[in-house]
């Protein structure tokens, strides 16, 4: 499976785009988490306005060969609602901030989705048939007088229109004081895990009163607080252990086997600053927005604000890749801090055989990386670019000097078109990339 | 908007010193622009969201970038003298922001030191967040007064530490000199603009936005240390390159260069 294009052997196309075409965004449709699940016939988002909307593959048929299935509306559902915490006068969001499936254990589907304080399951499940002809009750529900029944019937299942129901099925809530940056479901599939800015919390999936406290990082004064936790992650294969990253630029790999209270890493993983690139603004653009272990477990990946960083479990001094994804952008610093993008959490990926990893960019770019060939491509998520199955040009941004034809300048760039979820599916080339409240699905090009 | 540096005569017979104007010039030239993320940081950890609890992570960055700051203005001796000429009273061309726009600070507190908590890490607590004034008229004026401090204090509001904090305070109270930063009323940030305003910035110096070569410190020498902008900065053109994409609301930008915290 080839993971990036540059050459002839390898293009991306445009396949779907889902979400309204007007220029007015309301901020409720602004899609906030992607994510495919296991076998990727389903993939989900989820948006500012609390709601989850799951698409489905449907399956490829005779007619048309040359496209893979397209991803239609499954189910839509509100998952979370905005709250007022009342003890401290503030509203509590209700955008939903991670979406994570978990395994498929019968016909139905569970996925965890969460806000900034509630983590809920909620299971998605087919409705296709419906049961006719009780004894006790007349098609409309209406109670039958036992009096006038003469004879008894079984009831028959009758085909219906398929519905697709959505219901919730575990609530966690009021385990986290601060704003939940991540879930992440253990390979036992007992257990997952949610981080917040200072804790960690490991969870039964079936109890819902109480978790255990793995992490705290919150220091007795919090006028001393200097590093926050940024993301977390169970490791695919090994249910004890998990990463989290910080802001300051560094992973922490735990092994929950070693304490119950894993404040003590087993490994940390930290790069030398480069003290020529020194500048105020350094810890921030080091502070890492994601962090994503490989599908095989033996590498992670981390995300700053300029580059992506791939690790070696086994190597803890420095990363063993650094691609960088917009370095035109260190001259700009000030204004990006000025403006907030600084802070701009990007979130990355891993293609399904690890060979290639995917992060987004301003202006609605998106950048790929093979990791064998080292070639890497900028793509755009636009309307301009979507024809059926149409191929995407590679995108260049011009630094400085002459620019060139098709070329765009960093001054150009529109900052309030940012990338920050893409998502891979985890057997094909196929990716979901949300630009702002539009979902763009793109594919390979099948020859 | 940033002064210029004063000429020096070459007599003849005395010694020349390290310093050639060049170099005086650039330095106040970082100080100045060093004082402006400063004061930009300031900003942005006081302008707290009211109603949803502000992002922990940013504040911290952005927190962690002020004591970078103010150690490394304590370090070359910049902090003292920011201090004592904002405690004199005066306002030396060659020190701060040359904005002439200053906030005048509301009557009940002017001589005062009111010492509160700049950053809620717990979510803005009301106290902090209303005690900022509204100030519009005063925009236009040089400030007579001195403005008054607050020390920085990444407090907390947790309920259940009320105790600690209200020692912290008074700690703080007692130790003015050692975390002092301007205190300044900040303008509503929605309120409309005003075209006074606007006509008073029509020769605002966007050299403003030099700042990010100077304190990215991204030229094409790799060596980048923060004394080592200086040494290129002569190679730096003044051209400025307009941030259209990634410049914010021209009127948030205004509030900004308006609230700065000079002398």
Redesign the interface.
Known sequence: MAGVGGGNDFQWCFSQVKGAIDEDVAEADIISTVEFNYSGDLLATGDKGGRVVIFQREQESKNRPHSRGEYNVYSTFQSHEPEFDY???????EKINKIRWLPQQNAAHSLLSTN?KTIKLWKISERDKKAEGYNLKEEDGRLRDPFRITSLRVPVLQPMDLMVEASPRRIFANAHT??INSISVNSDHETYLSAD??RINLWHLEITDRSFNIVDIKPA???E????I?AAECHPNQCNVFVYSS?KGTIRLCDMRAAALCDRHTKFFEEPED???????S??IS?ISDVKFSHGGRYMMTRDYLSVKVWDLNMENRPVETYQVHEYL????????????I?DKFECCWNGTDSAIMTGSY?NFFRMFDRNTRRDITLEASRESSKPRGILKPRKVCTGGKRKKDEIS??????NKKILHTAWHPKENVIAVAATNNLYIFQDKMN | MFPKGTKRKFSDGEEVPDENPADIKVMSSYNLQ?QS?LD?SLI?LQLCHM???P????S??I???VR??QEEMTQDGSWTIMAEALNSNQSPSDCLVATEILCRPSPKDQDEEKPFSVIS????D?VSCHSEEVVDDSLCEPSSEAPTYLPI????W??E?QK?NSE?ESEEDSKPEEQVFGTFEIKNPTATPDPALDELFSDVDTSY?D????????QSS?????YDLLDSLSSHSQSI????????DLNE?DH?MEIIVGS
């Open positions: 003890l401290k006068s503030l509203e509590i969001e900034d601060y704003h800015d200072l004064n919090m006028e607080l200097t590093e926050v940024t802001s003290p020529s690139s020194r500048s105020f603004f810890e921030i502070s260190r001259s700009k610093l000030c204004s990006l801090y000025e403006n907030d993008c802070f202006n960093v001054d150009s760039l529109d900052f | 060093r993320l930009m942005k109603l949803v609890e992002n922990l992570c940013r911290v960055l927190a962690n970038t970078q700051i890490y717990e979510g803005c009301s204090s990444i407090g907390t947790e309920k530490d600690e912290e936005y700042l990010d070569t100077m304190l990215t410190g991204m790799p060596k980048m240390g923060p390159s307009s941030n259209s994409g990634c410049r914010p930008l900004i």
